[in-house]
């Protein structure tokens, strides 16, 4: 079965810093972009960032308004990514997905995981 | 980066009514434009990818055209569990972005 797994939301305080995974399985995780979509409470979809496979030397792009707080990582011999959020705002809260494309050939998202709650407030 | 506009932002249709979502991008696209439906507590699932086609398993009343800036997601015949969130999605530039959202409510 396709599968992506997040793990690691918290609530943390305004400041500080947060790491979330995502355990992929059931499909060629080294093959494939993982990315990071968030979605506040009552909101839309927000893209947050990806990571590139190896063979596209694991470019990563992130959304500007991020402004370099956050950071994807993989590591594919785990079949994991990583987001590190660095500098965490109330305005981060939000539920955290992970998903994916083929990194050459389909570029839409599929599958997805359930999501990981992160809630940032003192 | 470039902006996605789907209108309307939400709709009241009935069972059986045919229903039209539009999307806009700030510049062309070509046809790197996907289509999510997303309910409550869920995570979004695809329903149409490059802009006119149809995701595995996804049933054949949904279909999307379009190309270049301009896009339509259309359901033929509204069935109770189509009533949901729905995102277009550009996959064109580096920065990919999601339109807003129309949430389809019954009326």
């Known amino acids: 079965e396709v599968q992506l797994v997040e793990s690691g939301g918290s609530l943390v305080q305004p400041g500080g810093s947060l790491k979330v995974y995502c355990a992929a399985s059931?499909?060629?995780?080294?093959?494939?972009?993982m990315h990071w979509v968030r979605q506040a409470s009552g909101k839309g979809l927000e893209w947050v960032g990806r990571i590139r496979s190896k063979a596209n030397n694991y470019a990563t792009a992130y959304a500007a308004s991020l402004k370099g707080r956050f950071t994807i990582s993989r590591d594919d011999s785990k079949n994991t990514a990583y987001l590190q959020m660095n500098s965490l705002k109330t305005e981060d809260t939000a539920v955290y997905y992970c998903?994916?494309?083929?990194?050459?050939?389909?570029?839409?998202?599929?599958?997805w995981g359930q999501g990981t709650l992160v809630t940032v407030s003192s | 980066d470039i902006q996605m506009t789907q209108s309307p932002p939400s709709l009241s249709a009935s069972v059986g009514d045919r229903v039209t979502i539009t999307c806009r991008a700030s510049q062309s696209i070509s046809n790197y434009l996907n289509w999510y439906q997303q309910k409550p507590g869920k995570a979004p699932k695809v329903l149409i990818y490059?802009?006119?086609s149809l995701q595995s398993g996804v049933p054949s009343r949904f279909s999307g055209s379009g190309s270049g800036t301009d896009f339509t997601l259309t359901i033929s015949s509204l069935q109770p569990e189509d009533f949901a969130t729905y995102y277009c999605q550009q996959s064109y530039s580096t920065l990919w972005t999601f339109g807003q959202g129309t949430q389809v409510e019954i009326k």
């Open positions: 998903t994916r494309h083929l990194d050459y050939g389909d570029y839409w998202f599929d599958p």
């Open positions: 059931g499909f060629t995780f080294s093959g494939s972009a």
């Open positions: 490059a802009a006119s």
